[in-house]
């Protein structure tokens, strides 16, 4: 099995690639670690809370970050999300279980000491938690087997940002903890807006979900009702992107993404602030370059 840690911002994706990762039977999930993002600190880790008690997903929740290393934070993005991060669904006043005692970037740090070159850290939020961890222990950008990043926007046939024309959420959010995390010595893997924004799932496709699965399908309904509207407010959707499962695929099925290799930088101040540029390339040129996931499909 895949160890994973899953630092996530839960958000209504975000839950759903928790899910999936969880039911692929394929992932031993050490841990969701939190970050501000989708929601507040405190809803995003009751979320995810609420997630590992619903559906018995044995993992340690940590605590991660409440506000970027430098720019201001935002507000949490409730237009996406709902109020509550999970599209509004009645949720339990009290949440019986509780967050570990280890921060987010302690947790990492230590589980990828205990566990060398076996961790993938997959990130769909914020990148604060990993930039904090590895600016706190660089010796883990050795020990850790890969990063997988949702995140950014690559351009490819047009596709550009979601909160600018050249950022997406992920990065704008804290540009200056992924520019930390792109230009360290490990292995990341970015799937972009340029490869999520390929996978729509329909809400025909979800209706089916919610008939033949009643434990998960019929919560993924539930939860996806307030983040079809918005998608069909903004881009005119009849469903949904598919942002942080694709993540998630990207680790249980590379063969299915085409990947091209290149620095990453982002911009992190000025009107471009929270862009991300990569110059790929065929070649790879040093183990400090990293790589861009698209859908094959995108390529032909
Ligand atoms: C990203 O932003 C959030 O709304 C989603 O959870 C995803 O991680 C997409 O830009
Ligand atoms: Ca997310």
Known sequence: KNK??????????????????????????????????????????????????????????????????????????????????????????????????????????????????????????????????????????NLVKEVIVMGGAFDHNGHTGNVSPYAEANIIGDPHAADIVFTQKWSVTVVGLDVTQQSIMSNAYIQTLREQSAKYGEFIYQISRFYSDFHKQSAGLDGFYVHDSSAVAYLLAPELFKVKRGPIRVVCEGPAIGMALCKTTEKSLSHRWLAAATHTTNMC
Do not use: W
């Open 4 to 141: 994973v840690i899953f630092d996530t911002d839960p958000g209504i994706d975000d839950a759903m690639a928790i899910l999936f990762a969880h039911a692929s039977g394929k992932i031993d999930l050490l841990g969701i670690t939190t970050v501000f993002g989708n929601a507040s600190i405190e809803n995003a880790t009751r979320n995810a809370l609420y997630l590992k008690q619903r559906f018995a997903i044995a993992t340690t929740v940590c605590v991660g970050a409440d506000t970027p290393l430098v720019v201001p934070a935002g507000e949490p993005t409730t237009f996406v999300h709902g109020q509550n991060g999970l599209g509004d669904i009645d949720l339990p006043d009290t949440q019986p279980l509780k967050a570990d005692s280890r921060s987010a970037c302690d947790f990492i740090i230590e589980t990828v000491r205990n566990n060398p070159n076996e961790v993938t850290l997959v990130a769909v939020g914020r990148l604060t938690n990993l930039a904090l961890a590895i600016q706190k222990a660089p010796d883990i950008a």
